[in-house]
């Protein structure tokens, strides 16, 4: 279910990530061109982002 409330159907790939100083394994949603990866990874992090084009992202740990 995405955060419009629709319902789709999508492939699912396994993958690696190089999250801080680990590998981690994850589970990837494959949307037509783009890939979308869930908010777990980002449990226990702040992310910060300018939504503009080119726009600065940080994903800093808490303490």
């Given at each position: 279910m995405l955060?419009d409330g629709?319902?789709?159907?999508?492939?699912i790939?396994?993958?690696?990530?190089?999250w801080?100083?680990?590998?981690r394994?994850v589970?990837?949603?494959a949307?037509?061109?783009?890939s979308?990866l869930g908010?777990?990874?980002?449990a226990?992090?702040?992310?910060?982002v300018?939504?503009v084009?080119?726009?600065?992202v940080?994903?800093?740990?808490?303490?």
């Open positions: 955060a629709s319902v789709r159907t999508y492939d790939f396994a993958a690696e990530v190089a801080g100083s680990t590998w394994a589970l990837v949603s949307v037509g061109n783009e979308l908010m777990r990874l980002l226990g992090h702040k992310l910060l300018e939504v084009r080119g726009g600065l940080e994903i800093l740990p808490l303490p």
